[in-house]
C-alpha cells in the first residue's frame, strides 16, 4: 500500500459546454475511471484533487458552480480523500504532503487536467518531495496554447509536455499499458 492514485481536477468546467473546454476530456476522463475502479478493487488510496478558484478575476471553477464540481466518471466516495487547491501545484498551501505522508505513500500514479498546468506543476513538485511519479499520459487531458502569435495544437502540448516529464520526473505511460502490469 505504497502506491496512491492522484486524480486532478477533473471538473465539468473542463467538458463540453464548461467555461475552459479541453480537447478530448472524455477520453482522459474515461482513461481515469479505469485507474479509479482498479484502485478501489486494490483498495488503495485515492486522492481527488479539486480546484476552486480563489482569484476575483476567475471564469471558471467558480465555488459553489456545476463547472467546480468533480465530473461524474470519477466522482469521489465517501471513503476517498479530496483535497481543494488554489494554485497549477496540488502540494501548495493544501494538506496533501502531510496527507500521503500520514499512509506512507511513496509511488504516486497522476492523471488528470491540465496536462500542461497542474498535472506538470504536481508531478515535478511530487518528484521534489521524493515522490516516484508515474503519470498516466492518455488520462490527462490539455488544450491548444498560444505563445508570441503561434497556435501550438493541444495533441503537440500533450506530447511535449509528457516527454519533458518522462526525462526526470516522471514514467509515462498510458492507461492500458499501467493496468496490465499491475
Known amino acids: 500500500m505504497d502506491t496512491a492514485l492522484i486524480i486532478i481536477d477533473i471538473q465539468n468546467d473542463y467538458f463540453q459546454n464548461g467555461k475552459a473546454e479541453l480537447v478530448h476530456p472524455e477520453k482522459a476522463s474515461a482513461n481515469a475511471k479505469l485507474l479509479l475502479e482498479q484502485f478501489r478493487k486494490k483498495n488503495l488510496p485515492i486522492v481527488h ?3 476552486i478558484a480563489s482569484r476575483p478575476d476567475a471564469t471558471f471553477f ?3 458552480t456545476t463547472g467546480a ?7 469521489p466516495t465517501d471513503q476517498e480523500q ?6 497549477p501545484n496540488s502540494f501548495r498551501e493544501t494538506d496533501l504532503l502531510e496527507y500521503l505522508n ?4 511513496t509511488d504516486l500514479v497522476i492523471c488528470g487536467m491540465q ?8 508531478t515535478r513538485a511530487a518528484k521534489d518531495f521524493g515522490f516516484n511519479c508515474t503519470v498516466i499520459g492518455d488520462a490527462c487531458a490539455t488544450k491548444d496554447l498560444a505563445v508570441n502569435g503561434a497556435t501550438v495544437k493541444a495533441d503537440d502540448v500533450q506530447t511535449a509536455f509528457l516527454s519533458a516529464l518522462s526525462y526526470f520526473y516522471s514514467s509515462v505511460m498510458n492507461a492500458e499499458e499501467y493496468l496490465k502490469q499491475e
Open 115 to 122: 496536462t500542461h498546468m497542474c498535472v506538470d506543476a504536481t
Open 62 to 64: 467558480i465555488s459553489c
Open 49 to 51: 484533487i479539486q480546484h
Open 82 to 87: 479530496i483535497i481543494i487547491k488554489h494554485y
Open 102 to 105: 500520514s499512509k506512507n505513500i
Open 69 to 75: 464540481e468533480i465530473h461524474h466518471d470519477v466522482q
